[in-house]
């Protein structure tokens, strides 16, 4: 299954927020729209990513006035990108290699979504359950 195939299934809505807001919008829009990260764009070009994980730990760092503070003090800046033609197989071992959920997908350096170690697992549960349907189809057969 490749990450095309995903986004085709689930969309390709990206919400993202600009470098400058502050973590407290950041914390409301994520619980908003009810996701996990965020990808930050200056202009049309991507900058970061700020996951729930991000806001948790710059609250325990620096504590409520952390809130007050820009996005861009908190955010990832180095950010890995996905590839619409890599294969979930290969993004579930970089994910869990490098400890991160969210990966947003870029073609030719513009963003055309994000997928989530959450839709690679759905993804290839789906895979492996249309194979051993095929198989007990196979043998059921013969």
């Known amino acids: 299954m ?3 195939q995903i986004l085709r299934t ?20 994520l619980h908003s729209r009810n996701v996990g ?6 202009a049309e070009r ?4 700020v996951s729930e994980r991000d806001v948790v730990r710059a609250v325990a760092e620096d504590g409520p006035r ?3 503070r820009p996005v861009s003090d908190y955010m990832t800046a180095n950010v890995l990108f996905a590839e619409p033609g890599e294969t979930v197989d290969g993004l579930l071992g970089r994910m869990t290699d490098r400890r991160i959920r969210h990966l947003p997908v870029c073609k030719a350096e513009r963003l055309v979504g994000i997928v989530s170690i959450g839709d690679l697992v759905k993804s ?3 895979e492996v359950e249309a194979e051993a349907d095929g198989l007990k189809a196979y043998i059921a057969a013969s």
């Open 124 to 126: 290839k549960i789906s």
């Open 2 to 4: 490749l990450v095309s």
């Open 66 to 68: 952390a809130l007050e």
């Open 46 to 49: 991507v900058v970061g990513i």
């Open 37 to 42: 990260a965020l990808v930050v764009m200056d």
């Open 10 to 29: 689930k969309g390709d809505s990206v919400f993202t927020t600009r470098p400058g807001e502050t973590l407290a919008a950041v914390a409301e829009l």
